[in-house]
């Protein structure tokens, strides 16, 4: 228990720093600003902060800065496993009738994915049972949305995505639109679990917390469309162990989807030859809310 006096120096002290911002010109800016330092100020008093953790704190978003590359964003990666990554997906994506839940992006999404067409192939060589993924896009209403784009990618069988490896490899990624009655086809390679990068100061900060850096089989979506809510999303593989324990709490019970296995010589819904060996599919449907809906 700190004294009175203690405690009136302490308030003095973020009520000086509150002060400071009264005159920054957006509004927006100025309520972040005073409610961040509202927060960190209260973190700092309730802990009782040493200059020791402090210092500790300093050195590892140092750390954190000095990893990241145009290929690796170890910030979103420190983000996505203190849960702020989901947290501010589900301030930004309320619930809206029976719209499809949104989950993080995650780090791996690049810009410049290959298009395919409806029934083409995403994984492009990456290692993995082929998997068949379909669906129908709508609106709330059941309405199907022609031409939304999906971009989609997901890591190899080796739990792997593309942009890991050191070669210019770009598999198991890719975008497509929905034909004119709102379907969408392509395949793919079932997903598998793997671990976030954790060679990292984000991996050091799980092992002393002794948390895994696991994350359950999924497979990422982005859909857009004029007038319609952008989502970001994705399914995860039913029965997978890992699902309670996503390191970056993504899972959605409604995002869980059945990869049902079909033996080798199913005919595969678009003649695709696959005599030698066992491949999946999975139907996901996806429904947009409207756009302005947060």
Same mark, same amino acid.
């Given at each position: 228990?700190?004294?009175?006096?203690q405690?009136?120096?302490?308030?003095e002290?973020?009520e000086q720093?509150?002060?400071s911002?009264?005159?920054?010109?957006?509004?927006?800016?100025?309520?972040?600003?005073e409610a961040?330092t509202?927060?960190?100020?209260a973190?700092v008093?309730?802990?009782?902060?040493?200059?020791?953790?402090?210092?500790?704190?300093?050195?590892?978003?140092?750390?954190?800065?000095?990893i990241t590359?145009?290929?690796?964003?170890?910030?979103i990666?420190?983000?996505?496993v203190?849960?702020?990554?989901?947290?501010?997906?589900?301030v930004?994506?309320?619930?809206?009738?029976? +719209? /499809?839940e949104a989950t993080v992006?995650?780090?791996?999404?690049l810009?410049? #994915?290959? &298009?395919i067409e409806?029934g $083409?192939?995403?994984?492009?060589?990456?290692?993995?049972q082929p998997?068949?993924?379909?669906?129908v896009?709508?609106?709330?209403?059941?309405?199907p949305?022609?031409?939304?784009?999906l971009?989609?990618?997901?890591?190899d069988a080796?739990?792997?995505?593309?942009?890991?490896?050191?070669d210019?490899r770009?598999?198991?990624?890719?975008h497509l639109?929905?034909?004119a009655?709102?379907?969408?086809a392509?395949w793919?390679?079932k997903p598998?679990?793997?671990p976030?990068p954790d060679d990292?100061?984000?991996?050091?900060l799980?092992?002393?917390?002794?948390?895994?850096?696991?994350?359950p089989?999924?497979?990422?979506?982005?859909?857009?469309?004029p007038?319609?809510?952008?989502?970001?999303t994705?399914?995860?593989?039913?029965?997978?162990?890992?699902? +309670? /324990?996503?390191s970056?709490f993504?899972?959605?019970?409604s995002?869980?989807? #059945?990869? &049902?296995?079909q033996?080798? $010589?199913?005919p595969?819904?678009?003649?695709?030859?696959?005599?030698?060996?066992?491949?999946?599919r999975?139907?996901f449907?996806?429904?947009?809310?409207?756009?302005g809906?947060a």
């Open positions: 228990m700190s004294s009175a006096e405690d009136a120096r302490e308030s002290l973020t720093v509150l002060g911002f009264a005159d920054a010109k957006d509004p927006r800016l100025k309520a972040l600003l961040l509202r927060h960190l100020h973190f008093r309730e802990v009782r902060l040493t200059e020791r953790e402090w210092q500790q704190a300093i050195d590892f978003l140092t750390a954190v800065g000095n590359n145009e290929r690796r964003q170890e910030f990666l420190l983000s996505d203190l849960g702020v990554s989901m947290q501010t997906v589900a930004n994506n309320e619930a809206y009738g029976h +719209a /499809t992006i995650g780090p791996f999404f810009e410049q #994915a290959p &298009r409806v $083409g192939d995403i994984a492009r060589g990456a290692a993995g998997c068949w993924v379909e669906g896009v709508t609106g709330v209403a059941g309405n949305v022609p031409a939304a784009r971009d989609v990618w997901e890591a080796d739990g792997r995505y593309d942009i890991q490896y050191g210019a770009v598999t198991g990624r890719g639109f929905t034909d009655q709102g379907r969408y392509f793919a390679v598998t679990p793997y976030i990292g100061p984000v991996g050091a799980l092992r002393t917390a002794s948390r895994s850096p696991m994350r089989a999924h497979l990422h979506f982005m859909v857009s469309a007038g319609l809510r952008q989502l970001v994705h399914i995860f593989v039913e029965y997978d162990e890992l699902l +309670a /324990t996503d970056v993504g899972v959605r019970d995002l869980v989807k #059945a990869f &049902r296995t033996p080798a $010589g199913t595969a819904p678009d003649g695709r030859e696959l005599f030698d060996r066992t491949w999946s999975v139907r449907d996806i429904v947009l809310a409207p756009s809906q």
